[in-house]
C-alpha cells in the first residue's frame, strides 16, 4: 500500500517538476486574467515570448497564466478550456496553437464564452479574426518567404555572388519550414544560375542532426560548399560546429534564422554571416495589450481594418555589419501603439 | 550458429561495399575520421544501454539525463550564466551527476517495482524539466576553448572524442568479461528467479547496472556539451532512438540475456554509417526513413535466430 502511495508521489512531483509553470489563479479574481499559450519553455524563442506577455501583465498589473502544450494539442486545448471556465470567459489568451486546427477550436471557445484571443504563426488559411468580432482579436506572424529571401541574399553576398551551397530544412510538414525553404529557393533562382543548391536535406529543426549531416556533406562536395543556408539557428550552430570539428569555421559562411544568442555571438565572432531576429519580446507583450485593449472596450476592434487584423511582424536582418546597432537598439515599445511594428497584411 | 555471431559485421561490410560503390569518397580516411566523429556520443551511449538490455530491462532516461548532464558540465566550466571555472573536472562531476540519476533510475524501478520502461521514462522527464527550469529555456553557452578540446582537439589528426569512446568501450568490455557484476548481467538477462536461486544478487545488480549506464550517459553530456559548445534542455533529442537501434541492430536481444558490447560497437557504427552514406548517395530526405527501418530490420533479423527466442515480446 505505502509503496503504491510513495508511486504517486513520485509520478506527481514528476509532473508538477514537467508542467508545473502555471501558477493557478485563484478564483476569485475579478480581475481580468491575461495568459500566454505556447509549445515550450525550453526554447529561448518561446522563453522569451512568454517574458514579453509577463512584462506587460506586469506594466498592466493583472494577473498573468503561462500555459505550455509540450507539442501536444489535447494538453493545449484543455488547459485553455479550463482557464475559460474558470475565469468565466474574462480572460485574454495570446496564443501560438500547437497546430493549425487548433486556432479554430480555441477561437470558438472563446467566443462562446466571451473571453479574447489573439494567435501567433499557425493558423488555418481560411480563419479570420474579423468573421469571429470581437472575440478573435488578431493574428500575428511574420513572413516566412520574405525574410528567408534576405537572409539567403545576405548569404550570397558573403559568397561573393556565386557558388554552392548547402540546405539544412525544418521538419518537412511545418509552414515555417516550407515557407522558409520556398525563400531560399526564390533567392537563388533570382541569383540566375550563378548559385547552386548542391543538396537539401531535412534536419528537424536539431542541432545534432545537422551536425551529422554537414560532416557528411563535407565528405561529399568538399571544397564546393561555399556556403550553408539553416532554417533556424540551432541547425546553423551545429553545421558550424562540424565546421569547426575540421578546423574551418568561419572560412565558409553560415546563416540561419530565429536571431538565438549562439547565432549572434557567432555572428560577432565572425563565423556566422548572418540571421533573422525577429521580436518575440513584441509578440508576446503586443499580442496581449492588443487583447486586454478591446477586452476593456479601450479598443473598438471589429472598425479596424483586415490589415490591423492579420499582419506581419518585423524581422530584422542582423550581420557582422549591423550586429552593434542591432545589439544597442531600445528593445521597449509603447505598449498603446499597437501598429508600429507591423509590415502589412499577411498575404496567403 | 557461430557465423551468425558475424552478421551484424556482415551487414556493416555489405552497408560501407555498397555506399562505396555509389560514392567513392566514402572510403576516404577523412570521411572514415567525420565517421568515428560522429560516432563518439552513441558509443559512450550504448555501452550504457548494452548491460541494461543484457538484463532484459530498458533506460529511456537517456535524452533527460544527457541534456540534464550536459546542462551540468556546462554550468561548470567557463560559461556566459555562472562563475565557474572548473575545467575538466566537470567531466567526472558530470559523470557522477549521471550515476547518480541512474541510481536513482535503478532504485525506483526495483524497490517501487515499477517496470524500468516506466521508471526511466518519468526519471528522464524530470530531467529534461529541470535543465529546462533550470535555464528558464536558454543554452549555457561555453567560453572555455581549452575544455572544448575534449572533443574538437586532434591527437594524430583524430578527434578526441573518439579516443574517450574508444575508452568507454575497453571499460565496459572489461566490466562484462572480467567482473562479477557482468556475469551477474547475464545471469539475470537469461533466467532471472534461476539467477536469484544461485544466489546473485538481483536488486543490488540491477540498480548498479543502471547507475553504471548513468555515468555513461553522464560521459555522453559531457561530450555533448563540449561538441556543440552549449548545454540546453534539447541538446539530446533524437539521442534515445539511435542509442535502443544501435544496441539492437547489433545483435543484443531486448529480451535479455544474449549479445555483448562488442555487438554494440558494430551497432552504432551500422546506424552513423547509414545516416553519412545516405547524405552521401544523395538518397532523397523522404524515401531514408523508409530505408533506414528496413535496414534496421533486416539487419535485426540476420542478427538473431529467431528461433531459439521462446517469447518474443
Known sequence: MSAIIAQRAAIAAALTLTIGFAAPASAQDKDLTLAISMRSLSNPYHATFAEGGRKFAEAAGLPFEILVTEGNSEKGLADIRALISRTGGNVCINVDPNDSPDARTIVEEAEAAGAHVVTQWNKPEDLHPWDHNPAYVAHMSFSGIGTSKEITNVLIEAMGGEGGIVALGGILSNVPAIERKQGMEQAVAEAGGAVEILDFQPADWNETKAFEIMQAWLTRYGDDIKGVWAANDSMAVGALEALRQEGRAGEVPVVGIDGTDAAMSAIEAGEMAGTVAWDPMWTGGMGLSLCEAVATGKLDIAAEPEEHREFYGTGIVVTPGNIADFKNRDPSFDYNDYWAKSTGQIQY | ?313
Open chain 2, 1 to 313: 550458429m557461430k557465423l551468425r555471431a558475424f552478421a551484424p559485421i556482415a551487414v556493416l561490410v555489405l552497408l560501407c561495399l555498397m555506399i562505396a560503390v555509389f560514392s567513392p569518397n566514402f572510403l576516404s580516411v577523412s570521411n572514415a575520421i567525420r565517421i568515428l566523429n560522429a560516432a563518439a556520443i552513441p558509443m559512450v551511449l550504448v555501452m550504457g544501454a548494452t548491460f541494461v538490455i543484457l538484463m532484459g530491462s530498458i533506460d529511456l532516461s537517456v535524452e533527460g539525463v544527457v541534456s540534464l548532464t550536459a546542462v551540468v558540465t556546462a554550468s561548470l566550466v567557463q560559461n556566459n550564466l555562472t562563475s565557474a571555472d572548473l575545467g575538466y573536472w566537470a567531466v567526472p562531476i558530470a559523470m557522477l551527476a549521471g550515476g547518480a540519476i541512474g541510481a536513482v533510475n535503478g532504485a525506483t524501478h526495483v524497490l517501487m517495482r515499477i517496470p524500468s520502461f516506466m521508471a526511466t521514462l518519468g526519471i528522464g522527464f524530470v530531467c529534461l524539466g529541470i535543465s529546462t527550469a533550470a535555464l528558464g529555456g536558454f543554452p549555457v553557452r561555453i567560453a572555455d576553448r581549452e575544455f572544448r578540446n575534449i572533443t574538437l582537439g586532434r591527437t594524430f589528426d583524430i578527434p578526441h572524442g573518439v579516443y574517450i569512446a574508444l575508452a568507454a568501450v575497453i571499460v565496459a568490455y572489461i566490466i562484462q568479461q572480467r567482473t562479477r557484476l557482468g556475469r551477474w548481467v547475464y545471469a539475470i538477462g537469461t533466467d532471472e528467479t534461476t539467477a536469484r536461486q544461485s544466489g546473485v544478487p538481483v536488486e543490488r545488480t540491477r540498480i548498479l547496472v543502471f547507475a553504471l549506464a548513468g555515468i555513461f550517459s553522464g560521459l555522453a553530456g559531457a561530450l555533448a556539451a563540449a561538441q556543440l559548445g552549449q548545454g540546453h534542455g534539447l541538446i539530446a533529442s533524437g539521442r534515445l532512438f539511435t542509442t535502443v537501434t544501435a544496441v539492437v541492430v547489433g545483435g543484443t536481444a531486448l529480451s535479455g540475456g544474449v549479445g555483448s558490447v562488442l555487438n554494440s560497437v558494430v551497432g552504432v557504427l551500422i546506424v552513423v554509417v547509414l545516416t553519412n552514406g545516405m547524405v552521401l548517395m544523395g538518397v532523397p530526405p523522404f524515401v531514408q526513413q523508409g530505408v533506414q527501418g528496413l535496414l534496421i530490420i533486416v539487419a535485426v533479423s540476420l542478427a538473431l535466430d529467431r528461433r531459439l527466442l521462446s517469447v518474443v515480446k
